[in-house]
Nanobody, 127 residues
Framework: QLQLVQSGGGSVQAGGSLTLSCRATGQLFSSYSMGWIRQAPGKQHEGVAVIDSDGHTDYLDSVKGRFTISRHNTNNTLYLQMNSLKPEDTGIYYC?????????????????????WGQGTQVTVSS
């Protein structure tokens, strides 16, 4: 079992950058696929980025080239570097962990595959 505690986020103007962090406590962090999932006001959860236990990644098309997901297994931490932010990136961002061995693209498309979730952090991008 994992517990996920998020930090980072906040408000920024369009074109700015933010970094989200997610620290995991528990065993075998390195064996989990990890992801960032967001929920915009009035919308369903949307997978933003996923990294599996081997370091393979996948991204939502609208964030490719702007966001980078990474993980440091030595300190059980997941990151999301967000550059060139747009107002449509606004939402609550959750880090999540999946114990299922699925491809990053599969996990990106199905938030129900994630077993453990962080508390969420607000990201607001103003125009």
């Amino acid at each position: 079992q994992l517990q996920l505690v998020q930090s980072g986020g906040g408000s920024v103007q369009a074109g700015g950058s933010l970094t989200l962090s997610c620290r995991a406590t528990g065993q075998l962090f390195s064996s989990y696929s990890m992801g960032w999932i967001r929920q915009a006001p009035g919308k369903q959860h949307e997978g933003v980025a996923v990294i599996d236990s081997d370091g393979h990644t996948d991204y939502l098309d609208s964030v490719k080239g702007r966001f980078t997901i990474s993980r440091h297994n030595t300190n059980n931490t997941l990151y999301l570097q967000m550059n060139s932010l747009k107002p449509e990136d606004t939402g609550i961002y959750y880090c999540a962990a999946s114990r299922y061995r699925v491809t990053p693209s599969r996990a990106l498309a199905d938030a129900t595959l994630f077993n453990y979730w962080g508390q969420g952090t607000q990201v607001t991008v103003s125009s």
